[in-house]
């Protein structure tokens, strides 16, 4: 059994072809998006969805479904790269970041299927499997305490091996304790919760993830709006991604459609149900 379910490309672009061979995967941020974003609609939307369903949902949970939705509609974007070739994802997991209390580190929780999930399924998946985290009995759990007992000299090794095994040759790892596709296809992480209005986090060159989404601190600021200035929440939605699986073509659309996604979260929900 794979890894990840995966198709290859019939036939890579040009530029993706070119990428290839011009590049290695990436040890560091290759390009960076940033877009300010009128958060008016959004924070109302997530405050009625959030009491009808009893569960809060916050403006990283409307990230996580405007990317998850975005990437469902351009499959082309949710991409890995082995043996330097381009394979689409069959399915669309969103990698949230989580805080451990007490420890001062971060984990995560993989939302599968989340281009088929709203807002509020992905808000409480997320809290629940947030809580697994914090308690330790997470499907990192495991990936963490074989950490602890390695060497830090030995990490880059044995971190690119178990890269190699689960991505280049797509095996599945469970039975050693390593979670199956553990990252997913975009990692989204809040920074806001810590007070950061903005910033740009790394890829993670053993997840094989090629995006990685910020969202800001809302704060309230000068926004132009017909014309007139007026205070608005404003959130800076920041990526990081690799060149080699999105051109500018197919980061612009995946921003358009997250723009418009947090522009007006209820119509567009409101649309896509019709």
Same mark, same amino acid.
């Given at each position: 059994m794979p890894n990840i379910e995966l198709r290859p490309f019939k036939r890579p672009s040009m530029w993706r072809r070119m990428s290839l061979a011009n590049w290695r995967a990436p040890t560091d941020p290759q390009?960076?998006?940033r877009m300010e974003l009128d958060m008016t609609r959004?924070? #109302?939307? #997530?405050?009625?969805?959030g009491a009808a369903a009893g569960v809060k949902v916050t403006p990283t949970h409307l990230a996580a479904r405007a990317v998850a939705y975005a990437l469902g509609r351009h499959p082309a974007a949710n991409a890995?790269?082995?043996w330097n070739r381009v394979y689409?994802?069959?399915?669309?997991?969103?990698f949230c970041q989580v805080a451990i209390p007490g420890k001062n580190d971060l984990s995560g929780a993989v939302i599968r299927d989340a281009d088929t999930k709203d807002v509020t399924e992905i808000a409480r998946e997320l809290k629940e499997r947030a809580s697994r985290v914090r308690e330790g009995t997470d499907e990192l759990s495991e990936s963490r305490r074989l950490l602890d007992v390695i060497p830090?000299?030995?990490?880059r090794l044995i971190l690119g091996i178990l890269s190699f095994f689960q991505y280049t040759l797509n095996l599945d790892l469970r039975f050693m304790g390593l979670p199956k596709d553990a990252f997913g296809s975009v990692m989204v992480t809040s920074i806001g919760s810590l007070g950061i209005p903005e910033g740009w986090a790394p890829l993670v060159p053993m997840s094989r993830c090629p995006m990685v989404i910020s969202v800001g601190a809302v704060l309230d600021r000068p926004w132009v709006v017909d014309g007139r200035i007026e205070i608005r929440p404003i959130?800076?939605?920041s990526a990081a991604f690799d060149h080699r699986v999105m051109d500018g073509v197919s980061g612009g659309r995946l921003g358009r459609e997250?723009?418009?996604?947090?522009?007006d979260p209820a119509a567009w929900e409101a649309s896509e149900r019709a």
């Open positions: 390009v960076y998006g959004a924070l #109302a939307y #997530a405050e009625e969805v890995l790269i082995r689409e994802r069959k399915t669309v997991d969103v830090a000299f030995m990490y959130c800076v939605v997250v723009q418009d996604y947090l522009a």
